[in-house]
């Protein structure tokens, strides 16, 4: 079992930027990659951007080049940094974590983006 947690949401103006925190617990050792999906009201799930346990990174061409996630394995922590967020970014973001034939999904964090 592996538990998420996740933190740094809030409200903040178009252009500006926030941190998400993900930290993980449990049987982290499992865990092939994790990442960040998003679900705005009235729309689908979508993968924001993930990191494999190799450090490879993907993103979706909608944040390519404002969001950069990154790890810390110290700390069993995943980040997402979001920069020139816009109105569109607005969503419940969901921290989430791959291993095999199995998904872990943490409560999410809301992000609200002011025009």
């Known amino acids: 079992q592996v538990q998420l947690v996740e933190s740094g949401g809030g409200l903040v103006q178009a252009g500006g930027s926030l941190r998400l925190s993900c930290a993980a617990s449990?049987?982290?050792?499992?865990?092939?990659?994790m990442g960040w999906y998003r679900q705005a009201p009235g729309k689908q799930r979508e993968l924001v951007a993930d990191i494999t346990s190799g450090g490879m990174t993907d993103y979706a061409d909608s944040v390519k080049g404002r969001f950069t996630i990154f790890r810390d394995n110290a700390k069993n922590t995943v980040y997402l940094q979001m920069n020139s967020l816009k109105p569109e970014d607005t969503a419940v973001y969901y921290c989430?974590?791959?291993?095999?034939?199995?998904?872990?999904w943490g409560q999410g964090t809301q992000v609200t983006v002011s025009s």
């Open positions: 989430n974590a791959v291993e095999i034939g199995y998904r872990y």
């Open positions: 449990g049987s982290i050792f499992s865990i092939n990659a």
